[in-house]
């Protein structure tokens, strides 16, 4: 940067101190730019490794309830390579059908924040390049 720099001022290419303030000023910013934009990718990238490893605690599948003589129970569905299983969660109105209903709910929105994440990551990679 230092030798763009001397070549401008040897070759009378900056004109006067106002340009030379100019052109070390726009240098600065785009390199201050540049970090940031670095700064907030790592930051992103971070994000998603933890939400990822967050999900990954968090049953797959999708809950079902199934009415068995007027009383209603859930299961949970998945797959298990090319079959579907289920597994007993137990009665809808249970300690164990709340929680997995909660499961569930923060596993959508794990996964909702780590698309968010993936979309504002290919947004940053982009304006990394631009400043690089």
């Given at each position: 940067?230092?030798?763009i720099l001397l070549?401008?001022v040897?070759n009378k290419?900056?004109?006067?101190?106002e340009?030379?303030y100019?052109?070390?000023?726009n240098?600065?910013?785009?390199s201050?730019?540049?970090g940031?934009?670095?700064?907030?990718?790592?930051?992103?990238?971070?994000?998603?490794?933890?939400?990822s490893n967050?999900?990954?605690?968090?049953?797959k599948g999708?809950?079902?309830?199934?009415?068995?003589?007027?009383?209603?129970?859930?299961?949970?569905?998945?797959?298990?390579?090319?079959k579907v299983?289920?597994?007993?969660?137990?009665?809808?109105?249970?300690?164990e059908a709340?929680?997995?209903?909660?499961?569930?709910d923060k596993?959508?929105?794990?996964?909702?924040?780590?698309?968010?994440l993936k979309?504002?990551?290919k947004?940053?990679?982009?304006?990394v390049?631009i400043?690089?």
């Amino acid at each position: 940067m230092a030798a763009i720099l001397l070549d401008y001022v040897y070759n009378k290419r900056l004109k006067n101190i106002e340009m030379l303030y100019t052109f070390i000023y726009n240098i600065d910013m785009n390199s201050v730019l540049k970090g940031v934009l670095e700064e907030e990718l790592e930051r992103n990238l971070q994000k998603q490794r933890v939400f990822s490893n967050e999900l990954a605690k968090y049953p797959k599948g999708s809950l079902v309830v199934v009415k068995v003589h007027g009383d209603q129970y859930l299961y949970r569905k998945y797959r298990d390579g090319d079959k579907v299983a289920s597994i007993y969660v137990g009665p809808v109105k249970s300690d164990e059908a709340k929680k997995a209903y909660e499961d569930r709910d923060k596993y959508i929105k794990l996964k909702q924040d780590i698309k968010d994440l993936k979309e504002e990551e290919k947004k940053l990679r982009k304006a990394v390049e631009i400043y690089g």
